[in-house]
Each structure stands twice: as structure tokens, then as C-alpha cells.
């Protein structure tokens, strides 16, 4: 079975920093393209950034210049760096893994951590 196990999250202050991890199981990771989502409290899901398979990176605009997401596939994991942290970035944060081969796609999510932004 497929796993995606996020962490990292936590309570931290405005202006402050995290760094969430999510490892990933029984997949070949590295044709994986990766990205991080979230979801605050009575809003949608949202896309936070993507990495390829190829390592090539997106962003939503608003968070550019603050967060970045990388993947080390030695180690199944992808990263995601939150600098300058405000409260309205307090959310459940989701990995999510996607391939697409010919007629076939594979997604996969993870059971979230949630970062609280506050003082």
C-alpha cells in the first residue's frame, strides 16, 4: 500500500519558519511529480507548489519569494521550506504524489500536518 507521511508541522510564531518533510512508500518516487497542498478551515484545498519528476518547480503566486519545495529521491521525500510565516498561512498541509504513463494515472495523497501560524 501507498504511503505518503507528512510532518514538520507544528505551532509556530509570525515571521518564523518550518520545514515539512513527507516520505513516501511503496512507489517508484522518483517518476513521481510531487506537490503540497492545504487547507484552512472553511476554505478549499489550495496548491502550495509542485516539483516534476525532472525537478522543474511551481508556485502559487502569493507565496513565491517565501516558501520552497525541493525532493531528495534518495531518500523518497519532498520538502517543503516556509519562510516568514504569517497566520493567514495556518492550514492542514497535504503531499501529493501524481504519474501519468500512456492511459494511466496514479494519485496518491497523504493524511496531512497541520501548521498553526500565531502569538
Known amino acids: 500500500q501507498v504511503q505518503l507521511v507528512e510532518s514538520g508541522g507544528g505551532l509556530v510564531q509570525p515571521g518564523g519558519s518550518l520545514r515539512l518533510s513527507c516520505a513516501a512508500s511503496r512507489i517508484i518516487f522518483s517518476i513521481y511529480d510531487m506537490a503540497w497542498y492545504r487547507q484552512a478551515p472553511g476554505k478549499q484545498r489550495e496548491l502550495v507548489a509542485t516539483?516534476?519528476?525532472?525537478?522543474?518547480?511551481n508556485y502559487a503566486d502569493s507565496l513565491k519569494g517565501r516558501f520552497t519545495i525541493s525532493r531528495d529521491n534518495a531518500k523518497n521525500t519532498v520538502y517543503l521550506q516556509m519562510n516568514s510565516l504569517k497566520p493567514e498561512d495556518t492550514a492542514v498541509y497535504y503531499c501529493?504524489?501524481?504519474?501519468?504513463?500512456?492511459?494511466?494515472?496514479?494519485?496518491?495523497w497523504g493524511q496531512g500536518t497541520q501548521v498553526t501560524v500565531s502569538s
Open positions: 516539483i516534476t519528476s525532472g525537478s522543474s518547480t
Open positions: 501529493n504524489a501524481n504519474t501519468v504513463a500512456g492511459m494511466t494515472s496514479r494519485n496518491f
